[in-house]
């Protein structure tokens, strides 16, 4: 083999190892995106001991950029309720501001999280 001949071997080796790296990087990428918004689309029931239980839906219609939230009779931070994200464990639920009232993660089926104030709170789906 001639010189040049290696050089050239030695660059396509390392030009496939290069691609084959940044492969690897936007697989893991998108692997660590979170949850598809669509498995959380719909009716929710979230409950917490000392303020009982409201009604959030959860829509895929985004408005100014944000997945649309509506609440139903709940009270304290939650009442403020306006909009919706996956997150990579979970969800969180947004204000009138953008700011996040609460993260949930997902624990044997039913979705857990804690308001600003400590407060633990469950969200479970409705069956309705």
Do not use: Y
């Amino acid at each position: 083999m001639t010189p040049d001949e290696l050089i050239s071997t030695f660059a396509f080796r390392v030009a496939k190892i290069l691609l084959a790296t940044i492969a690897l990087l936007f697989t893991a990428q998108a692997g660590d995106a979170g949850p598809a918004p669509g498995q959380f689309v719909g009716r929710w029931i979230i409950q917490s001991g000392s303020t009982g239980g409201c009604t959030v839906e959860l829509r895929d219609q985004r408005i100014d950029g944000r997945l649309v939230a509506r609440a139903a009779t709940c009270k304290g931070a939650l009442a403020a309720l306006r909009a919706w994200k996956p997150v990579p464990r979970g969800l969180s639920l947004l204000g009138k501001d953008g700011t996040v009232i609460v993260t949930f993660e997902p624990v044997r089926g039913i979705l857990f999280g804690r308001l600003a104030d400590g407060t633990l709170v469950a969200m479970r789906r409705t069956h309705d």
